[in-house]
């Protein structure tokens, strides 16, 4: 990421990347990059689709209010997604958002929301999620796309786990030691990870007990203090990336 261009403007388009494509942009991304960024013909712009890598494309300007792209050359290949879950009990609205955009910069490959007994709100919009996701990965300069999956109760999501995959249970009541010496201790994982944040009402037993049962559990404490959930995000995904993910 040193030589990484974080000057040009950036866009996610769902659209296939190659040499020579034409990439209609709808009305906001056009107003965007013409009114907003005032570029001209010509000027480039990165643009991503979460599959073929990046591009550098060149504006086409078709009129006062539209414009094409069109591919010029991949400036980063393709990498695979983070297998990483993060399973939360959803927000209020702006914390939410918040909450979803630092997943992503974390390096989070799957949002899944789950429901427990003490989940602040259990409707969840899942296109304002995407939204928030998308922009987070146009300003880092994130490739893939994390999948937004729609919410499950908290018991049927750990029944959907492979029994293989890491499951790091954030747990207000976990002895309050090193999270990071308890993840060194399990080595390599080979097997993906599934990182879970419960509700700012905690836990019950009943569902500490439920995540426990997970054939490869680790419960790890956030530290002395009471963090907010947006908080936790970012701490639990800093630990598990600085041990077991692409910070290592």
């Known amino acids: 990421m040193a030589d ?9 388009v ?12 709808d009305r906001g991304q056009a107003n965007y990059l013409l009114n907003v960024l005032r570029l001209k013909a010509g000027e480039s ?14 504006v086409a300007v078709e009129g006062r209010k539209a414009a094409d792209l069109v591919c010029a050359e991949r400036t980063r290949e393709q990498g695979a997604a983070p297998d990483i879950i993060y399973a939360f009990a959803p927000l209020k609205h702006a914390r939410l958002d918040y ?6 910069e974390m390096g989070a490959g799957v ?10 709100s259990s409707r969840v919009n899942l296109e304002r999620m995407r939204s928030n996701a998308v922009e987070a990965a146009e300003q880092c300069g994130i490739l893939s796309i994390p999948e937004v999956r729609e919410e499950e109760n908290l018991e049927r999501f750990l029944k959907g786990l492979d029994k293989d995959r890491l499951v790091v249970f954030c747990d207000e009541n976990a ?21 879970i944040v419960g509700p700012e009402g905690g ?20 530290g002395p203090r009471i963090l907010r959930a947006d908080t936790a995000a970012v701490a639990a995904l800093a630990i598990v990336q600085s041990v077991l993910g692409d910070w290592n």
């Open 175 to 195: 002895p309050v030691s090193n999270p990071v010496a308890a993840l060194a201790k399990l080595g390599n994982n080979q097997a993906g990870l599934a990182v």
């Open 203 to 222: 836990f019950t037993d009943q569902e500490r007990a439920l995540v426990a049962a997970h054939e490869r559990c680790v419960c790890v404490s956030l």
């Open 99 to 104: 909450m979803v955009q630092k997943a992503v």
């Open 111 to 120: 949002l899944q929301p789950v429901l427990t007994r003490r989940t602040q």
């Open 4 to 12: 990484y261009d974080f000057k040009a403007p950036r866009l996610f």
């Open 45 to 58: 712009v990165l643009i991503f689709n979460g599959r073929d890598g990046e591009w550098r494309a060149e």
């Open 14 to 25: 769902d659209t296939p990347l190659q040499a020579g494509a034409r990439i209609p942009l």
